[in-house]
């Protein structure tokens, strides 16, 4: 990173003064942060976080590079291991109306949506809010498709038939279709160990707004039973075994 920041390789300007950060916690971001960016960052160069961290974090490290010239943009990403392959990611991103239009050309390179959410930080509590509503609706649908086992439906033919209705939503498409019906929930995507990690920054925003988050707080004692049962690097909606199991 201190390589990269020093010596970027030649290409457009914007592209060599922009070093792009994916890391998968906020513990991840702080170290490189501290120990690479902040004493080798130079001025007129922007550092774009493309990971969800804690708001109050993100806007320390824009405070802090301010003061050496430089910029810290957080643009969290979204949607699913397959749209990053495809470049048809959706990001979120914090920043003032100009910086932004320098960095979305360089993130439209892997992104078919790109939303400005507002100022510093305002990326990552979009990002965050996005996953929450995420984690409790495959929570419903796990839910759902426990019911109908256990009622003579076919999952399969439930999720089907709630995806041409008014429950439809991306989580149906994805990950009830995709995991929870096929009971599939692989080592080494998002796991429920970091949607813990993503559902803990969205209980803060609640404390700190003044919001009591009673379904984030449930969610929250859901993947604290699965982490306990052995599932925390499992594919978050693996959730749905605890409900195969009877607890």
Same mark, same amino acid.
């Given at each position: 990173?201190?390589?990269?920041?020093?010596?970027?390789?030649?290409m457009?300007s914007?592209?060599?003064?922009?070093?792009?950060?994916?890391?998968?916690s906020a513990k991840?971001?702080?170290?490189?942060f501290?120990d690479?960016?902040?004493? /080798?960052?130079?001025?007129?160069?922007?550092?774009?976080?493309?990971?969800?961290?804690?708001?109050?974090?993100?806007?320390?490290?824009?405070?802090?590079?301010?003061e050496k010239?430089?910029?810290?943009?957080?643009?969290?990403?979204?949607?699913?291991?397959?749209a990053?392959?495809?470049?048809?990611?959706?990001?979120m991103?914090?920043?003032?109306?100009?910086?932004?239009?320098?960095?979305e050309?360089?993130?439209?390179?892997?992104?078919?949506d790109?939303t400005?959410?507002?100022?510093?930080?305002?990326?990552?509590?979009?990002?965050?809010?996005?996953?929450?509503?995420l984690?409790?609706?495959?929570n419903a649908l796990?839910?759902?498709?426990?019911?109908a086992?256990?009622?003579g439906?076919?999952?399969?033919l439930l999720?089907?038939?709630?995806?041409?209705?008014s429950?439809?939503?991306?989580?149906?498409?994805?990950?009830g279709?995709?995991?929870?019906?096929?009971?599939e929930?692989?080592?080494?995507?998002?796991s429920?160990?970091?949607?813990?990690?993503?559902?803990g920054?969205?209980?803060?925003?609640?404390?700190?707004?003044?919001?009591?988050?009673r379904?984030?707080?449930?969610?929250r004692?859901?993947f604290e039973?699965?982490?306990?049962?052995?599932?925390g690097d499992?594919?978050f909606?693996?959730? /749905?075994?605890?409900?195969?199991?009877?607890k």
């Amino acid at each position: 990173m201190e390589r990269l920041l020093q010596n970027p390789s030649p290409m457009s300007s914007a592209a060599a003064t922009s070093p792009f950060l994916c890391l998968p916690s906020a513990k991840h971001v702080l170290s490189a942060f501290e120990d690479g960016i902040l004493p /080798a960052v130079r001025r007129g160069q922007t550092i774009i976080d493309l990971g969800t961290s804690e708001v109050g974090m993100t806007r320390e490290f824009a405070r802090q590079l301010a003061e050496k010239g430089a910029l810290w943009i957080d643009a969290p990403i979204a949607r699913t291991r397959q749209a990053a392959q495809d470049g048809t990611l959706s990001v979120m991103v914090g920043a003032a109306p100009e910086q932004f239009a320098k960095v979305e050309p360089l993130i439209r390179h892997f992104a078919t949506d790109v939303t400005l959410c507002g100022g510093t930080g305002a990326g990552q509590i979009t990002k965050i809010l996005n996953n929450m509503v995420l984690f409790e609706t495959v929570n419903a649908l796990a839910e759902a498709v426990a019911v109908a086992k256990r009622s003579g439906v076919e999952p399969k033919l439930l999720l089907e038939t709630l995806s041409k209705g008014s429950a439809d939503s991306f989580a149906l498409r994805n990950h009830g279709m995709k995991a929870i019906v096929p009971n599939e929930f692989p080592l080494r995507a998002f796991s429920t160990e970091y949607a813990m990690k993503d559902l803990g920054y969205a209980l803060e925003l609640g404390k700190q707004t003044g919001v009591n988050m009673r379904g984030a707080a449930l969610i929250r004692s859901i993947f604290e039973e699965a982490i306990e049962g052995g599932m925390g690097d499992a594919y978050f909606p693996v959730i /749905a075994r605890l409900l195969d199991s009877g607890k």
